[in-house]
């Protein structure tokens, strides 16, 4: 089988300056993130608004929210100008064909915190109403809902099967730094990898670390 090198979405984007160089590095994606009940990288959707404004054309502004109501989510993209909407929490079919409706030309990513067989059956329900899924290490269940940012990976073999069963892109996340990427390109053969903390430092994007990242993923 013929697998092709994965995209980059650098997320917890908090600045024009980081957009730009995460970009420079080869992100065709970048992450942005609203509200969160926990995690790292949250800005106000004003800042969302003006990153996403001076992102260049062809680069994908994620708007990463946790609201569950179409309506609520509707109204954050049309205050941050992003192209694509990644619900990090669940989110009604229903749900999906309002977005649909209100929202053309802007691509939906559902988020699937993996864990176990039950996120392949998940995956294969949802994948026929979102143009791609995104595979992460959070805990929705807990009383502080953890929704990304955990640093943790997950088991890559369930989402290798995900990736194999269902014909949607999928983005990886969870976990992923220079030293473990070029394994789990290897092990699940995602369309595209998502990674924040991996190439931080502090808390701020370093550019060793992203030079490494992008270089052991060839």
């Known amino acids: 089988m013929d697998y092709h090198k994965p995209r980059v979405k650098i997320c917890c984007i908090s600045s024009i300056e980081e957009a730009q160089t995460a970009i420079r590095f080869g992100a065709s994606a970048i992450g942005l993130v609203s509200e969160m009940p926990s995690g790292p990288g949250v800005i106000s959707e004003k800042l969302i608004g003006e990153i996403a404004r001076n992102v260049p054309a062809g680069i994908d502004t994620f708007l990463l929210t946790c609201k569950q109501n179409p ?3 509707i109204a954050q993209q049309q205050k941050t100008f992003v192209n ?6 669940t989110f009604s079919l229903s749900g999906y064909a309002i977005l649909r409706q209100a929202l053309s030309g802007i691509r939906i990513v559902q988020v699937i915190h993996v864990s176990g067989d039950k996120s392949i059956q998940e995956a294969a329900a949802i994948a026929p109403h979102v ?8 805990n929705p269940l807990l009383a502080t809902k953890e929704l990304g940012g955990t640093g943790r990976t997950h088991d890559w073999s369930v989402s290798r099967r995900i990736c194999e069963d269902v014909h949607i892109p ?11 990427v ?7 053969h995602p369309y595209a990898l998502d ?3 991996g190439v931080r430092t502090n808390g701020h994007l370093d550019t060793q670390k992203l030079a490494a990242f992008f270089s052991n993923i060839k």
């Open 71 to 73: 309506e609520a989510v």
């Open 131 to 138: 143009d791609a899924i995104l595979l992460d290490s959070g």
């Open 84 to 89: 694509t909407i990644q619900l990090v929490d």
């Open 170 to 180: 999928i983005y990886l996340a969870g976990g992923l730094k220079p030293e473990n």
């Open 182 to 188: 070029h394994e789990a390109v290897e092990q699940v």
């Open 195 to 197: 990674v924040c903390s």
